[in-house]
DNA sequence: GTAAGTGCAAAGCCTTTGCAAGAGG
DNA sequence: CCTCTTGCAAAGGCTTTGCACTTAC
Protein backbone atom coordinates (compact mmCIF):
# COMPACT_ATOMS: atom_id res chain seq x y z
CA UNK A 1 0.00 0.00 0.00
CA UNK A 2 2.88 2.34 0.06
CA UNK A 3 2.36 3.07 -3.81
CA UNK A 4 -1.11 4.00 -2.81
CA UNK A 5 0.39 7.06 -0.56
CA UNK A 6 3.02 7.72 -3.11
CA UNK A 7 0.63 8.13 -5.92
CA UNK A 8 -1.75 10.83 -3.59
CA UNK A 9 0.95 12.43 -2.88
CA UNK A 10 2.52 12.77 -6.35
CA UNK A 11 -1.32 14.09 -7.03
CA UNK A 12 -0.80 16.90 -4.61
CA UNK A 13 2.40 18.03 -5.82
CA UNK A 14 0.78 18.20 -9.16
CA UNK A 15 -1.89 20.15 -8.15
CA UNK A 16 0.13 22.33 -6.09
CA UNK A 17 3.13 22.80 -8.56
CA UNK A 18 0.29 23.98 -11.65
CA UNK A 19 -2.03 26.27 -9.43
CA UNK A 20 -4.91 23.39 -9.32
CA UNK A 21 -7.09 22.24 -6.54
CA UNK A 22 -8.07 19.71 -4.24
CA UNK A 23 -11.63 19.19 -4.41
CA UNK A 24 -13.86 16.94 -2.97
CA UNK A 25 -14.69 15.26 -6.29
CA UNK A 26 -10.97 14.73 -6.93
CA UNK A 27 -10.65 12.95 -3.47
CA UNK A 28 -13.63 10.57 -4.07
CA UNK A 29 -12.65 9.55 -7.84
CA UNK A 30 -8.57 9.27 -6.41
CA UNK A 31 -10.20 7.01 -3.71
CA UNK A 32 -12.31 4.82 -5.97
CA UNK A 33 -9.89 4.55 -8.63
CA UNK A 34 -7.08 3.16 -6.58
CA UNK A 35 -9.47 1.19 -4.96
CA UNK A 36 -11.34 -0.51 -8.16
CA UNK A 37 -9.77 -3.12 -10.20
CA UNK A 38 -6.48 -2.49 -12.55
CA UNK A 39 -8.33 -1.53 -15.91
CA UNK A 40 -11.23 0.41 -14.97
CA UNK A 41 -13.37 1.97 -17.72
CA UNK A 42 -14.67 5.35 -17.00
CA UNK A 43 -18.63 4.19 -16.47
CA UNK A 44 -17.44 1.81 -14.09
CA UNK A 45 -15.23 4.64 -12.53
CA UNK A 46 -18.83 6.88 -12.59
CA UNK A 47 -20.96 4.31 -11.08
CA UNK A 48 -18.68 3.97 -8.17
CA UNK A 49 -18.03 7.65 -7.40
CA UNK A 50 -21.89 8.23 -7.67
CA UNK A 51 -22.45 6.31 -5.01
CA UNK A 52 -20.26 8.78 -2.72
CA UNK A 53 -21.53 11.76 -4.75
CA UNK A 54 -24.70 11.41 -6.52
CA UNK A 55 -24.71 14.72 -8.07
CA UNK A 56 -20.57 13.99 -10.20
CA UNK A 57 -20.61 14.17 -13.65
CA UNK A 58 -19.07 11.86 -16.54
CA UNK A 59 -17.56 15.17 -17.43
CA UNK A 60 -15.92 15.60 -14.36
CA UNK A 61 -14.40 12.03 -14.73
CA UNK A 62 -12.89 12.65 -18.00
CA UNK A 63 -11.25 15.56 -16.88
CA UNK A 64 -10.46 14.12 -13.57
CA UNK A 65 -9.03 11.20 -15.46
CA UNK A 66 -6.95 13.56 -17.95
CA UNK A 67 -5.54 15.13 -14.90
CA UNK A 68 -4.52 11.78 -13.42
CA UNK A 69 -3.02 11.25 -16.61
CA UNK A 70 -0.94 13.87 -16.68
CA UNK A 71 0.09 14.37 -13.23
CA UNK A 72 1.41 10.51 -13.92
CA UNK A 73 -0.80 8.60 -11.70
CA UNK A 74 -2.85 6.89 -13.97
CA UNK A 75 -2.15 5.46 -17.45
CA UNK A 76 -4.51 5.26 -20.56
CA UNK A 77 -5.37 2.13 -22.07
CA UNK A 78 -7.01 1.59 -25.38
CA UNK A 79 -7.13 -2.14 -25.84
CA UNK A 80 -9.54 -3.68 -28.95
CA UNK A 81 -13.19 -2.92 -28.74
CA UNK A 82 -12.02 0.61 -28.75
CA UNK A 83 -12.93 1.18 -24.66
CA UNK A 84 -10.45 3.01 -23.13
CA UNK A 85 -9.24 1.71 -19.38
CA UNK A 86 -7.00 3.13 -16.93
CA UNK A 87 -4.79 1.66 -14.25
CA UNK A 88 -3.01 3.54 -11.64
CA UNK A 89 0.90 4.48 -13.00
CA UNK A 90 3.18 2.62 -10.26
CA UNK A 91 6.71 4.05 -10.12
CA UNK A 92 8.67 3.63 -13.28
CA UNK A 93 7.29 0.35 -13.75
CA UNK A 94 6.58 -0.94 -17.39
CA UNK A 95 4.56 -3.86 -18.43
CA UNK A 96 2.84 -5.18 -20.96
CA UNK A 97 -1.01 -7.02 -21.83
CA UNK A 98 -2.10 -10.61 -22.23
CA UNK A 99 -5.86 -10.23 -22.68
CA UNK A 100 -8.48 -12.76 -22.94
CA UNK A 101 -11.07 -12.07 -25.45
CA UNK A 102 -13.67 -14.72 -24.07
CA UNK A 103 -13.66 -13.89 -20.47
CA UNK A 104 -12.15 -10.53 -20.96
CA UNK A 105 -9.51 -10.98 -18.15
CA UNK A 106 -6.46 -9.09 -18.44
CA UNK A 107 -3.20 -10.35 -17.46
CA UNK A 108 -0.13 -7.66 -17.11
CA UNK A 109 3.37 -9.31 -17.87
CA UNK A 110 6.81 -7.57 -17.93
CA UNK A 111 9.52 -9.19 -20.77
CA UNK A 112 12.83 -7.58 -20.56
CA UNK A 113 14.08 -9.99 -23.78
CA UNK A 114 11.11 -8.21 -25.59
CA UNK A 115 12.20 -4.96 -24.43
CA UNK A 116 15.60 -5.46 -25.51
CA UNK A 117 14.69 -6.33 -29.03
CA UNK A 118 12.75 -3.27 -28.89
CA UNK A 119 15.72 -1.17 -28.46
CA UNK A 120 17.39 -2.81 -31.28
CA UNK A 121 14.86 -3.28 -33.63
CA UNK A 122 13.93 0.78 -32.96
CA UNK A 123 17.55 1.79 -33.33
CA UNK A 124 18.09 -0.23 -36.83
CA UNK A 125 15.19 2.07 -37.96
CA UNK A 126 16.68 5.01 -36.45
CA UNK A 127 14.33 5.81 -33.78
CA UNK A 128 14.32 6.77 -30.23
CA UNK A 129 11.73 5.21 -28.55
CA UNK A 130 9.24 7.22 -26.02
CA UNK A 131 6.51 4.72 -25.71
CA UNK A 132 5.32 1.06 -26.69
CA UNK A 133 2.26 -0.81 -26.66
CA UNK A 134 2.57 -4.78 -26.79
CA UNK A 135 -1.13 -6.41 -26.65
CA UNK A 136 -1.25 -10.19 -26.80
CA UNK A 137 -4.64 -11.78 -27.53
CA UNK A 138 -5.93 -15.08 -26.84
CA UNK A 139 -8.46 -17.55 -25.18
CA UNK A 140 -7.43 -19.16 -21.78
CA UNK A 141 -6.99 -22.68 -21.78
CA UNK A 142 -6.52 -23.45 -18.85
CA UNK A 143 -10.49 -23.37 -17.25
CA UNK A 144 -8.73 -22.40 -13.34
CA UNK A 145 -8.05 -18.33 -14.75
CA UNK A 146 -10.58 -18.16 -17.27
CA UNK A 147 -13.88 -16.87 -15.52
CA UNK A 148 -16.02 -17.21 -18.68
CA UNK A 149 -15.75 -20.90 -18.37
CA UNK A 150 -17.78 -21.06 -14.78
CA UNK A 151 -15.04 -20.46 -11.92
CA UNK B 1 2.46 -7.29 -58.06
CA UNK B 2 1.77 -10.47 -57.95
CA UNK B 3 0.30 -9.98 -54.47
CA UNK B 4 -2.34 -7.89 -55.77
CA UNK B 5 -2.91 -10.32 -58.54
CA UNK B 6 -3.74 -12.35 -55.79
CA UNK B 7 -5.68 -10.39 -53.55
CA UNK B 8 -8.22 -9.04 -56.05
CA UNK B 9 -8.93 -13.16 -56.65
CA UNK B 10 -9.16 -13.58 -53.02
CA UNK B 11 -11.92 -10.78 -53.08
CA UNK B 12 -13.47 -12.97 -56.49
CA UNK B 13 -14.10 -15.76 -54.29
CA UNK B 14 -15.00 -14.34 -51.42
CA UNK B 15 -17.67 -12.33 -53.20
CA UNK B 16 -18.56 -15.97 -55.12
CA UNK B 17 -18.88 -18.25 -52.34
CA UNK B 18 -20.58 -15.76 -50.02
CA UNK B 19 -22.94 -14.84 -52.79
CA UNK B 20 -22.25 -11.25 -53.00
CA UNK B 21 -22.07 -8.90 -56.16
CA UNK B 22 -19.37 -7.39 -57.70
CA UNK B 23 -19.69 -3.78 -57.85
CA UNK B 24 -18.35 -0.65 -59.86
CA UNK B 25 -17.64 1.01 -56.29
CA UNK B 26 -16.00 -2.10 -54.55
CA UNK B 27 -13.47 -2.49 -57.74
CA UNK B 28 -12.54 1.33 -57.57
CA UNK B 29 -11.87 1.03 -53.88
CA UNK B 30 -10.25 -2.16 -54.54
CA UNK B 31 -8.12 -0.32 -57.01
CA UNK B 32 -7.46 3.20 -55.07
CA UNK B 33 -6.66 0.95 -51.81
CA UNK B 34 -4.29 -1.24 -53.78
CA UNK B 35 -2.44 1.91 -55.26
CA UNK B 36 -2.26 4.06 -52.10
CA UNK B 37 0.36 4.09 -49.37
CA UNK B 38 -0.38 1.36 -46.95
CA UNK B 39 -1.97 2.36 -43.89
CA UNK B 40 -4.35 4.87 -45.24
CA UNK B 41 -7.47 6.39 -43.63
CA UNK B 42 -10.51 5.67 -44.07
CA UNK B 43 -10.84 9.40 -45.36
CA UNK B 44 -8.20 9.47 -47.66
CA UNK B 45 -9.96 6.68 -49.37
CA UNK B 46 -13.36 8.13 -50.18
CA UNK B 47 -11.38 11.08 -51.41
CA UNK B 48 -9.10 9.38 -53.85
CA UNK B 49 -12.07 7.03 -54.72
CA UNK B 50 -14.41 10.21 -55.18
CA UNK B 51 -12.31 11.41 -57.69
CA UNK B 52 -12.76 8.09 -59.77
CA UNK B 53 -16.84 7.99 -58.73
CA UNK B 54 -17.54 11.52 -57.35
CA UNK B 55 -21.00 10.41 -56.08
CA UNK B 56 -19.02 7.50 -53.70
CA UNK B 57 -20.47 8.39 -50.15
CA UNK B 58 -18.64 7.50 -46.50
CA UNK B 59 -20.53 4.78 -45.58
CA UNK B 60 -19.77 2.53 -48.89
CA UNK B 61 -16.34 3.12 -48.05
CA UNK B 62 -17.02 1.53 -44.45
CA UNK B 63 -18.92 -1.74 -45.39
CA UNK B 64 -16.45 -2.09 -48.55
CA UNK B 65 -13.02 -2.08 -45.68
CA UNK B 66 -14.83 -4.56 -43.32
CA UNK B 67 -16.15 -6.66 -46.07
CA UNK B 68 -12.19 -6.40 -47.04
CA UNK B 69 -11.32 -7.10 -43.66
CA UNK B 70 -13.62 -9.91 -43.82
CA UNK B 71 -12.52 -11.34 -47.17
CA UNK B 72 -8.99 -11.16 -45.33
CA UNK B 73 -7.53 -9.10 -48.30
CA UNK B 74 -6.80 -6.04 -45.73
CA UNK B 75 -5.73 -5.83 -42.05
CA UNK B 76 -7.21 -2.56 -39.35
CA UNK B 77 -4.94 -1.19 -37.44
CA UNK B 78 -5.51 1.65 -34.87
CA UNK B 79 -2.73 3.13 -33.87
CA UNK B 80 -3.03 6.01 -31.03
CA UNK B 81 -4.47 9.28 -32.07
CA UNK B 82 -7.73 7.16 -33.23
CA UNK B 83 -7.79 7.14 -36.04
CA UNK B 84 -7.98 3.51 -37.85
CA UNK B 85 -5.92 2.60 -41.03
CA UNK B 86 -6.22 -0.16 -43.50
CA UNK B 87 -3.22 -2.52 -44.86
CA UNK B 88 -3.54 -4.73 -48.03
CA UNK B 89 -3.29 -8.25 -45.89
CA UNK B 90 -0.30 -10.15 -48.05
CA UNK B 91 -0.69 -14.20 -47.94
CA UNK B 92 0.43 -15.14 -43.73
CA UNK B 93 2.43 -12.62 -43.32
CA UNK B 94 2.73 -10.97 -39.86
CA UNK B 95 4.64 -7.34 -38.82
CA UNK B 96 4.52 -4.98 -36.35
CA UNK B 97 5.13 -1.42 -36.61
CA UNK B 98 7.23 1.68 -35.39
CA UNK B 99 5.76 4.94 -35.34
CA UNK B 100 7.48 7.98 -35.26
CA UNK B 101 5.33 10.70 -33.20
CA UNK B 102 6.71 13.96 -35.28
CA UNK B 103 6.39 12.75 -39.25
CA UNK B 104 4.25 9.84 -38.79
CA UNK B 105 6.13 7.50 -40.60
CA UNK B 106 4.97 4.38 -40.00
CA UNK B 107 7.73 1.75 -40.50
CA UNK B 108 7.39 -2.30 -40.43
CA UNK B 109 8.92 -4.93 -39.23
CA UNK B 110 9.21 -8.79 -37.83
CA UNK B 111 10.98 -9.97 -35.54
CA UNK B 112 11.07 -14.11 -34.70
CA UNK B 113 12.18 -13.60 -31.32
CA UNK B 114 9.58 -11.30 -30.15
CA UNK B 115 7.10 -13.75 -31.86
CA UNK B 116 8.59 -16.76 -29.95
CA UNK B 117 8.65 -14.64 -26.67
CA UNK B 118 4.85 -13.85 -26.94
CA UNK B 119 4.33 -17.36 -27.41
CA UNK B 120 6.27 -18.44 -24.18
CA UNK B 121 4.33 -15.70 -22.30
CA UNK B 122 0.67 -16.56 -23.51
CA UNK B 123 1.93 -20.43 -22.63
CA UNK B 124 2.86 -19.33 -18.82
CA UNK B 125 -0.50 -17.36 -18.66
CA UNK B 126 -1.84 -20.66 -19.72
CA UNK B 127 -3.49 -18.75 -23.36
CA UNK B 128 -3.96 -19.47 -26.89
CA UNK B 129 -2.80 -16.55 -28.81
CA UNK B 130 -5.39 -15.32 -31.75
CA UNK B 131 -3.74 -12.26 -32.07
CA UNK B 132 -1.27 -9.80 -30.92
CA UNK B 133 -0.08 -5.98 -31.40
CA UNK B 134 3.33 -4.62 -31.15
CA UNK B 135 3.55 -0.80 -31.58
CA UNK B 136 6.37 1.02 -30.70
CA UNK B 137 6.44 4.56 -30.72
CA UNK B 138 9.52 7.12 -31.20
CA UNK B 139 11.07 9.97 -32.86
CA UNK B 140 13.40 9.28 -35.44
CA UNK B 141 16.86 10.26 -35.00
CA UNK B 142 18.40 10.45 -38.33
CA UNK B 143 17.05 13.00 -40.60
CA UNK B 144 17.19 10.99 -43.66
CA UNK B 145 14.35 8.53 -42.88
CA UNK B 146 11.64 11.71 -41.06
CA UNK B 147 10.34 13.92 -43.30
CA UNK B 148 9.01 15.82 -40.97
CA UNK B 149 12.68 17.49 -40.17
CA UNK B 150 12.85 18.48 -44.09
CA UNK B 151 13.82 15.96 -45.87
C1' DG C 1 -12.11 37.90 -4.05
C1' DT C 2 -10.29 35.48 -7.81
C1' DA C 3 -9.07 31.75 -10.50
C1' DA C 4 -10.10 27.04 -10.92
C1' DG C 5 -13.60 23.31 -10.91
C1' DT C 6 -18.21 21.39 -11.51
C1' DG C 7 -22.58 19.86 -13.71
C1' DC C 8 -25.40 20.06 -17.29
C1' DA C 9 -26.55 20.10 -21.90
C1' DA C 10 -24.98 20.82 -26.41
C1' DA C 11 -21.82 19.88 -29.85
C1' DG C 12 -18.04 17.03 -32.07
C1' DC C 13 -15.90 13.00 -33.97
C1' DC C 14 -16.05 8.65 -36.07
C1' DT C 15 -18.88 4.89 -37.21
C1' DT C 16 -23.16 2.35 -38.01
C1' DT C 17 -27.87 1.83 -39.62
C1' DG C 18 -32.64 2.38 -41.90
C1' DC C 19 -34.63 2.97 -46.02
C1' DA C 20 -35.98 3.82 -50.74
C1' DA C 21 -33.92 3.68 -55.14
C1' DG C 22 -30.59 1.27 -58.18
C1' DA C 23 -27.75 -2.50 -60.11
C1' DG C 24 -25.68 -7.24 -60.59
C1' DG C 25 -26.29 -12.29 -61.48
C1' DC D 1 -36.76 -10.78 -61.18
C1' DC D 2 -34.88 -11.13 -56.85
C1' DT D 3 -31.35 -10.12 -53.82
C1' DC D 4 -27.49 -7.54 -52.76
C1' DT D 5 -25.76 -2.55 -52.83
C1' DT D 6 -25.69 2.11 -52.64
C1' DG D 7 -26.31 6.96 -51.06
C1' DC D 8 -28.28 9.79 -48.13
C1' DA D 9 -29.53 11.25 -43.84
C1' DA D 10 -30.45 10.02 -39.26
C1' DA D 11 -28.98 7.87 -35.23
C1' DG D 12 -25.33 5.86 -32.10
C1' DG D 13 -21.27 5.66 -29.04
C1' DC D 14 -17.73 7.96 -26.78
C1' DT D 15 -15.51 12.24 -25.71
C1' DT D 16 -15.02 17.24 -25.45
C1' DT D 17 -16.65 21.85 -24.71
C1' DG D 18 -19.32 26.24 -23.43
C1' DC D 19 -21.32 28.38 -19.83
C1' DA D 20 -23.31 29.88 -15.51
C1' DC D 21 -22.77 28.52 -10.88
C1' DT D 22 -19.92 26.93 -7.07
C1' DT D 23 -15.83 26.10 -4.43
C1' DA D 24 -10.96 26.13 -2.88
C1' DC D 25 -7.25 28.85 -1.58
Known amino acids: ?3 ILQ ?3 KLQDYLRVNGLKTTKQRQIILEVFLEMD ?3 TLDELLLAAQKVYPNLGMATIYRTMRLFVEASIAHERK ?3 GITRYEPANEGEHHDHLICTLCGHIFEFEDEIIEERQE ?3 TLYGLSITDHKLEIYGTCITPDSCEFRGN
Open 79 to 81: FDG
Open 120 to 122: SIA
Open 38 to 40: RHV
Open 1 to 3: MVE
Open 7 to 9: LIS
